[in-house]
């Protein structure tokens, strides 16, 4: 029913699940949570760290064979969780890091701290690559606290706007309840996704958000934003 476009179920290859019980475990919540396409953005920093793709793909061949025979009703793709930084149009042109679920859509994080015009760029050079940007968790950056920049983003560059479920989930303070008003209103969010990692800590929390976009937002809306906009992934 629901679309989660960025988590860390894969083990063993950034700071999500550490072996394959972990993901085990981590899949049976996404299951809970009415996940039925699931796409892994592990962390990738270009330049930075190695990622280790041949382990990537072992252990999401793996968790594929784990949902076969545990019988659990999902499909998943691979994708990875970029940090921009100077190489990151270069890698996503040679395909040193991968899309979302092979689609044009890159999903692309930033350093904290990072300014608006830094952001600018980065939809500006993942465009010139022939990609489309989409933000994680962009409730997250302070230069986007002003909503006219997360508007500037989207109508410039097409950027897509993903936020965590969290946001919705966990109590805010009096500004973040009034930016999440601000950006609800003008439809600037195109997805929200689990972001998750290891269970204890930071469990999927799917279901509970859909709940709560519903009843703030109606019913339209959440499917939106919890599976429907996440269509254009898998044309
Ligand atoms: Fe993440």
């Not at 606290?145 to 989930?169: A, P, T, W």
């Amino acid at each position: 029913m629901f679309t989660d476009m960025h988590n860390h179920f894969v083990y063993g290859v950034d700071d999500g699940c550490a072996d394959h019980d972990a993901m085990l475990k981590l899949l049976f919540a996404l299951e809970a949570n009415r996940i039925t396409r699931l796409v892994s953005t592990p962390h990738i920093t270009p330049g930075l760290e190695p990622f280790p793709m041949e382990a990537y793909h072992r252990h999401f061949g793996e968790a594929r064979e784990l949902i076969r025979r545990e019988g659990l009703h999902m499909e998943i793709y691979t994708g990875q969780e970029i940090l921009y930084t100077d190489l990151t149009a270069r890698y996503l042109r040679e395909g040193q890091a991968l899309t979302m679920a092979g689609s044009e859509y890159a999903l692309i994080e930033f350093m904290p701290g990072e300014n608006y015009a830094r952001l600018c760029e980065a939809a500006q050079k993942v465009r010139n690559a022939g990609y489309y940007p989409v933000f994680a968790h962009i409730e997250r950056y302070a230069c986007l606290s002003d909503i006219h920049c997360v508007e500037e983003l989207k109508q410039r560059y097409g950027v897509k706007m993903q936020v965590n479920c969290s946001l919705f989930v966990h109590k805010q303070g009096f500004f973040r309840k009034r930016w999440i008003r601000n950006v609800m209103k003008n439809g600037l969010i195109d997805f929200v996704s689990t972001d998750t990692h290891d269970m204890p800590g930071r469990e999927p929390s799917m279901g509970q958000c859909y709940d709560i976009l519903m009843k703030e937002y109606g019913e339209d809306t959440a499917r939106a934003l919890t599976g429907g906009n996440a269509d254009i992934l898998f044309r």
